[in-house]
DNA sequence: TATTTAGTTTAATCGCGATTGAACAAAAAA
DNA sequence: TTTTTTGTTCAATCGCGATTAAACTAAATA
């Protein structure tokens, strides 16, 4: 593959990574610079670097790179008068972390309505009753397979 | 549990539903009516009092249902000239399809950044390819799991 | 000390989805 | 036929997050 075409397709893959952090609530600078520190071949960069590449204002990237880094998603080495950012490596699990999260609610939200039902046997309450308990299935399901690869 | 306490609880819920599908992307209006074809007593409700009691315009209502109804989130039943609203009672995956395909989207994305680097063993590369293999061990089990809680 | 470099802060703007209100259409009722 | 009911359509507005530009600060360099 050529030099210049690799360059090109990261510049793609750094719009789709922020079409994907997007999608799961992030600013899309945030995205991008996430995307940017993820395909790059040196992936540790300046924030002059991430601003010239991406094309975006000195204001929002420190901004984002800040919420970024609260959030323990990108590290920021300081060099000099530099500085210079690069992707945190999270928890492989953090993916599942965030959805099983998102289980939880939805299992307190439908129990909580099945509380508030007159009639606990209505069509609904069946049915968020089984819902509550695909969720428990899910959740043991899932404990087991943590185990497994923590053990590999 | 008095009655006056269900209904001011029902509308806590309400409100709780909707700020959970907006968190997913939904407008705040659909995940409010979701909410309340959910937690309501009768489980059918007309247009109408689906206004009143979530106090919004005829018109939002209005483009908020179509959509819902066109998503086979909300099922129609006209009768007179007047439509009865439901929930639509989905595939009890339906939670787990949407993270799947996530997934899949999270797979793809991170096999293509690796196809682009240079160095195959970089930090992100080894990191990335770490990802891949959880994911992949992840879906296996799911799938074991769909098909235990299909045949009980 | 004066100058340059690197990044921060903040006021202003831009864009866009969500929501409403009011006119409108269709069908039932009178 | 006329009126009422039920819901739709669409232009206008509202609100708000994202982004920028430019002034500003702090630290390194000359």
Redesign the interface.
Known sequence: MLDNE?LS??DQ?ID??GS?FE???FQPIAGRIIGL???S?R?ELSFDEIINRLKISKGSASVVLRRLVSECRVAVVESGRRHYYK?N?QN??E??DE?ER??D??RY?LN??ID????KE???AK??N??IN??D??KT??AT?RQA?QTI
């Open positions: 690799r397709g990261q893959l789709r990574f994907y999608s799961i609530g520190l993820s395909v071949d992936e992707l490596q492989l699990f993916l599942l959805f998102m289980c609610s939805v939200l909580t309505t508030l039902k007159t009639d209505s069509s609904n049915y968020f089984q819902i695909t969720i299935r899910y399901n899932m397979m690869v």
